[in-house]
């Protein structure tokens, strides 16, 4: 059976833009059914369009919305992709599996947890965390120095979504909504559904609010398009690896603010305490959770644990443990089908390993049988010369443990990645907890979390070590001067 879409979204004032436009049909195939996207075939006037369209309906109507105006919308909008009948969700449920390879329940259980990070409360929290006082984004309000001050989202954003795991691009979305900014989303070949499903949520919610978005794909690279767009935008915000990052960089105007967020790397780390008899088993669990949890596709995926020693299990106990429930979770949510180069680049990963082992009796190989499913590589001795690696995962559901007497042996294996490390999960004592978040702060780590949480931030999570929304603001101060001498030309004062 194949399934069918016209996948964009643009404002109403714009339709008859594309009545008339050649679309293009994005073909994804999996779990044995087919899915068909149709996207219209932009040109450069289009999209010049779109965004004067865009430019206006923030000035005519975004920006004098209040903020908590903006996160009810938002929440009504949560409030029914959280009800498992809503039609879009349903549609979603039905096609994401088959555009992203994704099992179904994944998918499904994903929606429900993720959403939840966007309810009312959450973006409020949101907010609360960049602005000690939210109704700057409103008005002028006095600073504690003296004088006022008021915070300014930009006029128009344009974002580049990442298509490796679904939904994720609401992070953004939501940002520059909540920053009352007019959106242009380029969705990714990857995954180009999720985005216009919502921003098509927001038009039925409030007509005016979903006039103010644009969400379209373009082939990466597109010169005239792309010039097009990040010149007359306020701001550009890209996801992407490191070679996505650096052309869409090339392209952004000197007078255009660009914001970045590339590749990154995470890790575990898991001390003694959390091997006792009673506990390990959990430990395990909440590992492998971690690291099959969308194919360790996202950068809050872990490649590594570095497990210490001297617990009631030992580091290869916990290898074989880990092993064993990524076997079950594998059973219970299977992985995605994979490309030929993601399954080569395993099968030749675990050959190297194999072919190391003969010479190296502290290495060990534990992978699922006749296939890729999931592999974890217990190395004993992780020398590359004289230097410690830091054993970077094919991804696919493939992690290394690595055995360590105390903590502190981790950082000549981070060496180098300091700038690039985004999260780590901790599974540690009350005792330890204290020595070992100010360890990895010291480190350069941007986000510390439990295990088993690795792929889910908080709401007011700093992304990339920084501000979620107020890097996007431009700050006007009224300063003190102003306020104070303006009561000598009061007419009225006396």
């Given at each position: 059976m194949i399934k069918s879409f016209s996948c964009f979204h643009v404002p109403e004032k714009c339709a008859e833009l594309f009545s008339d436009v050649r679309f293009h049909t994005l073909v994804f195939e999996n779990h044995g059914q087919r899915a068909e996207l149709k996207v219209p075939e932009l040109s450069p006037l289009i999209i010049e369009n779109v965004i004067d369209t865009l430019k206006v309906q923030q000035q005519d109507y975004l920006r004098r919305l209040r903020t908590n105006d903006m996160i009810?919308?938002?929440?009504?909008?949560?409030?029914?992709?959280?009800?498992?009948?809503?039609?879009?969700?349903?549609?979603?449920?039905?096609?994401?599996?088959?555009?992203?390879?994704?099992?179904?329940?994944?998918?499904?259980?994903?929606?429900?947890?993720?959403?939840?990070?966007?309810?009312?409360?959450?973006?409020?929290?949101?907010?609360d965390e960049d602005f000690p006082n939210?109704?700057?984004?409103?008005?002028?309000?006095?600073?504690?120095?003296?004088?006022?001050?008021?915070?300014?989202?930009?006029?128009?954003?344009?974002?580049?979504?990442?298509?490796?795991?679904?939904?994720?691009?609401l992070w953004s979305l939501t940002a520059g909504l909540l920053l009352k900014s007019a959106t242009l989303g380029k969705v990714s070949s990857s995954e180009p559904l999720f985005p216009v499903l919502f921003a098509k949520t927001l038009?039925?919610?409030?007509?005016?609010?979903?006039?103010?978005l644009a969400i379209l794909w373009w082939k990466g690279g597109s010169e005239s398009l792309e010039t097009v767009s990040f010149s007359k935008s306020n701001d550009v915000i890209a996801y992407g690896g490191k070679e996505t990052i650096e052309a869409v960089k090339q392209k952004v105007p000197a007078h255009v603010r660009f914001h970045?967020?590339?590749?990154?790397?995470?890790?575990?780390?898991?001390?003694?305490?959390?091997?006792?008899?009673?506990?390990?088993?959990?430990?395990?669990?909440?590992?492998a959770y971690d690291s099959?949890?969308?194919?360790?596709?996202?950068?809050?995926?872990?490649?590594?644990?570095?497990?210490?020693r001297a617990?009631?299990?030992?580091?290869?106990?916990?290898?074989?443990?880990?092993a064993n429930e990524m076997g079950n979770f594998q059973h219970t949510h299977p992985r995605a089908s994979l490309t030929e180069e993601e399954h080569h680049a395993i099968v030749k990963q675990r050959s190297a390993i194999e072919?190391?082992?003969?010479?190296?009796?502290?290495?060990?190989?534990?992978?699922?049988?006749?296939?890729?499913?999931?592999?974890?590589?217990?190395?004993?001795?992780?020398k590359g010369g004289d230097t410690e690696f830091f054993p970077f995962s094919p991804l696919n559901r493939f992690v290394t443990v690595i055995p360590v007497d105390e903590m502190t042996e981790i950082k000549p294996y981070i060496k180098g990645l300091e700038s690039y490390i985004q999260t780590v999960g901790v599974g540690c004592s009350p005792q330890k907890f204290s020595s070992i978040i100010v360890m990895l702060g010291e480190w350069g780590v941007n986000r510390i979390s439990a295990l088993g949480s690795m792929p889910h931030p908080e709401p007011g999570w700093h992304h990339d070590g920084r501000f979620h929304l107020a890097d996007l603001v431009r700050f006007c101060d009224v300063e003190s001067s102003l306020e104070e001498q303006k009561e000598f030309f009061d007419p009225y004062k006396e």
């Open positions: 009810d919308l938002l929440n009504e909008a949560v409030e029914k992709w959280l009800d498992p009948r809503y039609e879009l969700r349903q549609l979603a449920e039905e096609m994401l599996p088959i555009i992203t390879g994704y099992d179904h329940e994944m998918v499904r259980l994903f929606i429900s947890r993720y959403l939840r990070q966007f309810r009312k409360e959450k973006l409020q929290r949101m907010v939210p109704l700057i984004l409103d008005e002028f309000r006095p600073r504690k120095s003296g004088g006022l001050y008021r915070a300014y989202g930009p006029g128009l954003v344009t974002h580049i979504f990442s298509g490796n795991v679904p939904a994720l691009p038009k039925e919610i409030d007509s005016e609010l979903g006039d103010a970045s967020h590339g590749h990154k790397v995470s890790f575990g780390l898991i001390t003694k305490e959390c091997l006792e008899t009673t506990k390990g088993w959990k430990t395990a669990q909440l590992a099959s949890w969308f194919d360790q596709q996202g950068c809050l995926s872990p490649h590594v644990f570095f497990v210490e617990g009631k299990y030992s580091p290869l106990d916990f290898a074989q443990m880990l072919f190391e082992s003969f010479n190296n009796d502290q290495l060990d190989l534990l992978k699922s049988e006749g296939d890729t499913a999931w592999t974890v590589v217990y190395r004993e001795s992780n």
